[in-house]
């Protein structure tokens, strides 16, 4: 059984992969710890699946907004990698944070869908 978990709690996290997701995607690549160095679409496909689902769980009244907004986000930070000189931006990324974002989604309504969230939608 999965434990509620506050709001307040999910919002922190979510925010604090939304920076720890810029600044992943922003360093030269020299600089990210060697843990993270994975297939990168499928780095792409994780790390957004988690933004969605985090972002769902805490502004679950704001389903539109957290989904649109994480495509966007994606889209920034492919365009600033292009831009940056030291990343390169690639629209398949994009294609896999859109993939990770339906992952997330899908899993966020599982989760109401189930009951395991203690309410029904």
Request: glycine share 10%; hydrophobic share 55%.
């Amino acid at each position: 059984m999965v434990m509620m978990i506050d709001s307040k709690l999910w919002k922190t996290a979510f925010w604090a992969l939304v920076l720890a997701t810029l600044w992943l995607s922003l360093v030269p690549v020299e600089h990210i710890p060697s843990a993270f160095n994975f297939w990168d679409k499928a780095q792409h496909a994780l790390g957004f699946s988690a933004l969605a689902y985090f972002g769902l769980m805490g502004h679950t009244r704001l389903v539109r907004q957290v989904v649109l907004g994480l495509l966007a986000f994606g889209v920034a930070i492919e365009v600033t990698q292009h831009l940056s000189g030291w990343r390169y931006g690639d629209w398949q990324d994009w294609v896999a944070d859109c993939f990770g974002v339906l992952i997330g989604y899908a899993a966020w309504t599982f989760y109401l869908r189930t009951g395991l969230s203690g309410r029904r939608s």
